[in-house]
DNA sequence: CTGAAAGCGCTTACAG
DNA sequence: CTGAAAGCGCTTACAG
């Protein structure tokens, strides 16, 4: 069924349907009504994609993340559809994997497709390629990059000040009597870098010392926590942990208890991310919250501003929050 | 760039350069490379929405879930999202939440959006709402229904049979030694009540008794944990529980650890989901498997076949398999 | 092997 | 307030 279809049933030209059914003013209220009529007898259901071609306007925003599946991401992405969606925007998610390749051709796939816009989440996205591929396909229709930054002139950076977070941290664990504290991290993303900084930073002000610690994913997972606890039996003066995720924390907490040292007796401990591993561990989890929900609603909010045509900040901080629990004496 | 205006610069017809980019065999290899090397220079990036209207597909498929940040959706949609991208279809991915209402608006806008096809995630979109608006607005393209099902004739249904799992449960707890086995749950779904299904044939099957607890979010979440220590002094026989899925099995392993209650020796005890919760947990945690990424995996493939009109059962089950580790003796 | 033309289903400037 | 017509950027049946 077709707007002709429909004009021809209620005897008016399809520009009068047309005007209908986008509300124009410029309609007679009986001919409108005629029509509307029409509308709802066949139950007229509008061909977007044609009227996308013939606006010039797709209404529908890329949203392009590493992988869906990791916690962080899923937040935003939530967000981020939910909010666009209000406002009459739809959302192609593209789980663009971690090679350069698969990113260079998510991005084509996303121009290719007429998005109005596009938000891209995740610090893996700020690297060469992406700048590049942008550049070439995408710089004539703005971007928000969630938690990354890239310089392009039509990229709009949203970040969590973590590094703030971190350095918040650090003085919270010397308020509560913890003088010796550990970062320890699994992953090498842009995100822990800041993460590290702001720990540096920290320790630094306090005239403390460093204590960093990387471990590998597959060192924690088979249980083989001893890079944990030989770390801690050559520097058995460390008192506290701030783990860069909770995830990380948990397994922390774990392996801690295991070998019958005393959260937050003997050792305190800071996760990172605030979600629901913090209540099911003993004792819970005090963890730096990184707002990734603000993060996403404000991200869709600045987007559809720029689509909007009013302006945006080229670069937008916002803080982080630590939430206390047990973890700490 | 339009493809006339390759046409022009290349001094062939658009017709030309519509058959050199969808690679028609009958273009002479002269022209082509020809048309091929205007178009690399210009880097052209066909506009797909034109495609669209013209080829009446839009190669894209919507794909609904109520709450992608929950775990289960989250890696169906995951699964969904990059099969179906890999074989050249999008995915407008819409979070419909739970009422009726968003429901309907939702299946509206993929109607109007003109996807190809759509993927339904999860039992709650099992109901009259949704089975009318599809047959009003969705009755002439395919839809992979995940995790539940509807009588609607272009609606294929997938189903994990979470009945058996959890019969097999009992029955591999039986196995271990326990007698009185708990099913404890907090969610009040499709999905939970096939599960407790199974777990009655179980029970039933080895004249066993039946023990059922239904706990509210809140009470175990506020570290209220009486109602199931309660529970338990009134049905001190109980040695072993089935928790509706691994986060109550996590609060119901904390909540048993707290008051020094031996797991797997007093209690064993088996999750649902076979998530990551499964590994931080002490002892870590048996779970079945329900095989969420194989359905979605599935799921994406059967609509693949339908749209190439191969043929496709309306109703396929797979079956979970329990994972076994510490939490039975 | 190639091109001219019609068509996909809308919107909108223009004329009345 | 309304309609005829052109245009959005493709694809494809038809003719040569």
Redesign the interface.
């Known amino acids: 069924m077709t707007i002709y279809e429909i004009a021809e049933k209620a005897d008016v030209s399809a520009s009068t349907v047309s005007r209908v059914i986008n509300n124009k003013s410029s309609v007679n209220k009986k001919t409108r009504n005629k029509v509307q009529k029409v509308l709802d007898e066949y ?1 007229f ?6 009227r ?2 013939s606006t010039n306007q ?1 209404k ?1 925003i890329g949203i392009l993340v590493a ?3 990791n ?1 962080h991401y ?2 935003i ?2 967000e981020t ?2 909010n666009l ?1 209000e406002n009459g925007y ?6 663009a994997g971690n090679t350069a390749e698969r990113m260079r051709e998510s991005i ?2 996303l ?4 998005v109005d816009g596009a938000i891209i989440i995740g610090s893996i996205f700020q690297n060469k390629v992406v700048e590049k591929t942008l550049k ?2 995408f710089n004539d229709r703005p971007i928000i990059f969630l938690n990354g930054s890239l310089p392009n002139k039509n990229v709009y950076n949203l970040v969590v000040a973590e590094d703030e977070g971190v350095k918040e941290s650090v003085y919270l664990l010397k308020e509560h009597g913890y003088k010796h504290i550990l970062f320890m991290s699994w992953m090498e993303t842009a995100s822990n870098t800041l993460k590290i900084k702001g720990y540096k930073e920290g320790i630094s002000n306090l005239g403390y010392t460093t204590y960093l610690l990387n471990i590998t994913e597959k060192e924690i ?1 088979t249980h083989n926590s001893d890079v944990l606890i030989n770390y801690l039996k050559l520097n058995p003066q460390i008192d506290a942990i701030i783990s860069s995720d909770d ?1 990380l924390a ?2 922390t907490i ?1 392996c801690l ?2 070998n019958n040292i005393n959260i937050p007796n003997e050792i305190g401990i800071i996760g990172i991310n605030n979600s ?2 913090c ?4 004792p819970s989890l005090t963890s730096l919250d990184n707002k990734q929900s603000e993060l996403g609603q404000l991200g869709a909010q600045s987007l559809i501003n720029l689509l909007n045509n009013k302006s945006v900040s080229k670069k937008i901080q916002i803080f982080p929050e630590i939430i206390e629990r047990e973890s700490l004496r």
């Open positions: 139950n259901s509008l061909n977007e994609t044609a996308s071609l797709s529908m992988d869906i599946r916690s899923t937040d992405a939530y559809e939910t969606l739809c959302s192609i998610i593209i789980n084509e796939i121009s290719k497709r007429q070439k396909n997972k995830l948990t397994l774990k208890t295991e629901e591993y209540y099911i561990t003993t």
